[in-house]
């Protein structure tokens, strides 16, 4: 199945397009390139509350440098949500995949389910990670979150994967429930890095 990206559905970069423009916006990634409209019914006019019905982990990219009103993801979404976020809400009602607010400026992004690997870090060839803003996880995250982090906060309330916290150079990192192997790897510095080894 094709994979979307969902990075222009934000009301910033929503604000002026009439609704039939709108669905005619190109998210798909492979060469049929489906269209908003082809995947989504749109309904109501007030852009700066996003809401997508049905989530999936082929949503790609939600609230992508967001700066403000906010997102809300009903299921679940996939590869770097909230990435590069600079205002406003993302609330996913499910679980997220890789890089998750990653490259994060400000906002605040919730997450009810599970986070993938790489939550808060860089994307490869990338020198720092989250940057600002507030993370939350109220399920488990995977390997390496918090990589490279700089600043902003991070809690994870059911536990995280190998190396969270690995190479921080600030920021506050909170994991309640257990980590992996290895937690604050190479870490530099921190405001703040508290782990839980027990599950």
């Known amino acids: 199945p094709e994979r979307l990206d969902l990075s ?37 006019n007030n852009l700066l509350d996003v809401v997508f019905e049905g989530g999936s982990a082929r949503l790609d990219r939600v609230a992508e440098a967001m700066r403000g009103g906010s997102v809300r993801v009903v299921g679940d979404a996939g590869a770097q949500a909230g990435r590069a976020m600079r205002g406003g809400t993302l609330t996913i009602e499910g679980n997220a995949g890789p890089h998750a607010g990653s490259g994060m400026r400000g906002g605040r ?38 990589d490279r982090m700089r600043r902003g906060l991070i809690a994870v309330l059911k536990g995280s994967g190998d ?4 190479r921080m150079i600030a ?25 839980s080894r027990d599950g």
């Open 109 to 146: 992004l919730e997450i009810t389910g599970n986070a993938g690997d790489h939550l808060g870090a860089p994307l490869a060839g990338e020198l720092a990670g989250m940057n600002g803003g507030v993370l939350i996880v109220r399920g488990k995250a995977g390997a390496f979150a918090a």
């Open 8 to 44: 222009l559905l934000t009301a910033e970069r929503l604000a002026g397009i009439e609704r039939r423009d709108f669905e005619k916006i190109r998210i798909g990634t492979s060469k049929h390139g489906s269209k908003v409209g082809d995947i989504f019914r749109v309904a109501g």
């Open 171 to 195: 920021g506050t990192l909170v994991v309640a429930g257990g980590t992996g192997e290895m937690p604050g790897y190479l870490r530099r510095a921190a405001d703040a890095l508290a782990v």
């Open 163 to 166: 190396h969270a916290g690995s």
